[in-house]
């Protein structure tokens, strides 16, 4: 007499402490061996380019002080490492009893761009790209919907039958980035400022998609940057170098404003068109623009409540 015994089928691996974000940033990288391999590319890319400590390391909001140095350090020679720079990055929190808020005048602002180059070299963006997280938009006057106006005028600035509306990130009280993100790379300061840890970050872009004003980027390679153009002074969830593969935003210059400065590209402004402050200090010129102006929100039909108004003189 002979017994059939039903064969073993072999088992997956299994790996102990495979966090969450582990998990869904290894399956992208495993679907990029079907049909969307060229459409994943750069998070494939991304995996190969992680070290092990990057890969494995735990969410912002549970390093303990030790593990956020040990980051921070390892950050640090990578810059060494990567762009022959020499930075600090710090981990600049928010300050007790601040909500920051960004007002424009319109009427003053003049389309010069000075804004969109500060934040370019303020925060390392990648040269090659002539990456910004600002972008202005030529309008034309009598309307404040964007999809009328353009991002690649040339010529002089001003135009008669123009106006400029800079956009960059809203700081939305009700952030529809954050709520799509599906690890919580992404989420809202007691400040008021949305940040990202770009080590967690798998890269799915649905933030991206989530924002109605387009201000997030997406980086499709390692960012370019010339040693002698590094900005050294920087901040975890702020300006520090971001990986590629990852999607990253403005911080309302975090690593600036935390420590009591003006925004970069407010003080690149030529025309004094930006305003920026603490909405809950009375005495703020931030505060008088919005209880004696006539402010506007972008969108406001869509209820993400933003923290940048608009105003015309």
């Not at 017994?3 to 495993?30: C, D, H, M, Y």
């Not at 390093?63 to 950050?75: G, T, W, Y």
């Not at 790209?129 to 002089?156: C, F, H, L, W």
Request: aromatic share 10%; with cysteine; glycine share 6%.
């Amino acid at each position: 007499m002979t017994t059939t015994e039903t064969p073993q089928k072999p088992s997956l691996p299994i790996v102990e402490n495979f966090t969450r974000r582990a998990a869904v940033k290894g399956a992208f990288a495993t679907l990029g061996a079907g049909a969307f391999v060229a459409a994943i590319s750069p998070l494939r890319q991304a995996a190969r380019n992680s070290s092990a400590a990057e890969f494995m390391q735990t969410h912002y909001s549970e390093l303990s002080p030790e593990q956020k140095a040990d980051v921070i350090a390892r950050l640090e020679a990578e810059a060494k490492e990567k762009y022959d720079a020499d930075v600090t990055i710090a981990d600049d929190r928010p300050i007790p009893g601040t909500k920051f808020v960004y007002a424009i005048n319109l009427s003053v602002c003049n389309g010069n761009g000075k804004c969109v180059e500060a934040c370019h070299k303020e925060n390392n963006h990648d040269r090659d790209t002539n990456q910004s997280y600002i972008r202005v938009i030529e309008m034309p006057k009598g309307t404040m919907d964007m999809e009328k106006g353009s991002t690649t005028y040339t010529g002089a600035v001003p135009k008669d039958d123009k106006f400029y509306l800079p956009v960059q990130c809203q700081q939305c009280d009700e952030p529809p980035c954050v709520d799509v993100c599906p690890v919580k790379a992404t989420w809202k300061e007691e400040d008021g400022i949305v940040v990202v840890d770009y080590n967690w970050c798998i890269g799915c872009r649905y933030c991206e998609a989530a924002c109605p004003y387009h201000a997030r980027r997406f980086n499709w390679k390692k960012p370019e940057v010339p040693a002698k153009e590094v900005n050294p002074d920087q901040s975890y969830l702020s300006n520090r170098i971001r990986p590629v593969g990852v999607v990253e935003k403005c911080t309302y210059c975090l690593h600036r404003t935390r420590r009591g400065k003006l925004p970069a590209c407010l003080e690149a402004c030529p025309t004094g068109a930006r305003v920026f402050g603490n909405i809950l200090d009375p005495k703020s010129n931030i505060r008088w623009i919005l209880e004696n102006k006539r402010v506007y929100i972008l969108k406001e039909e869509l209820g993400t409540k933003p923290a940048f108004f608009y105003y015309f003189d």
